[in-house]
């Protein structure tokens, strides 16, 4: 099993920035790929940023492309998700997720491939 532990988050006004992290722990050689998610009350967990460990292909949903940058601390199985530009409608409990690799389609990363979770972390982006 892969454990997953996140860090940061908080509340801040429309335009500013906030950064969460998260470490995996236990077996992580299945964080091949990590992850973040979002979700709000009632609505679907969404995919935000992902990307293959060591190095490899980043990923983002267009919703947060050019605002949000996902990096990791190389060898360290920690990634980070630096938000920018924050809008109220990005207000949600942001999971970190991780998987064994980082299925994709058509170039696309295929967002059902996670399967480990962490507890998440409040975002709230007051106006």
């Known amino acids: 099993q892969v454990q997953l532990s996140e860090s940061g988050g908080g509340s801040v006004q429309t335009g500013g920035s906030l950064k969460i992290s998260c470490q995996a722990s236990?077996?992580?050689?299945?964080?091949?790929?990590m992850g973040w998610f979002r979700q709000t009350p009632g609505k679907e967990r969404e995919g935000v940023a992902a990307?293959?460990?060591?190095?490899?292909?980043?990923f983002y949903a267009d919703s947060v492309k050019g605002r949000f940058t996902i990096s990791e601390d190389d060898g360290k199985k920690t990634v980070h998700l630096e938000m920018n530009s924050l809008k109220p409608e990005d207000s949600a409990m942001y999971y970190c997720?991780?998987?064994?690799?980082?299925?994709?389609?058509?170039?696309?990363?295929?967002?059902?491939?996670?399967?480990?979770w962490g507890q998440g972390t409040q975002v709230t982006v007051s106006s």
């Open positions: 997720a991780a998987a064994r690799e980082c299925r994709t389609v058509t170039g696309r990363i295929h967002w059902a491939t996670f399967n480990f």
């Open positions: 236990g077996y992580t050689r299945y964080a091949y790929c």
């Open positions: 990307l293959v460990t060591g190095g490899g292909t980043i």
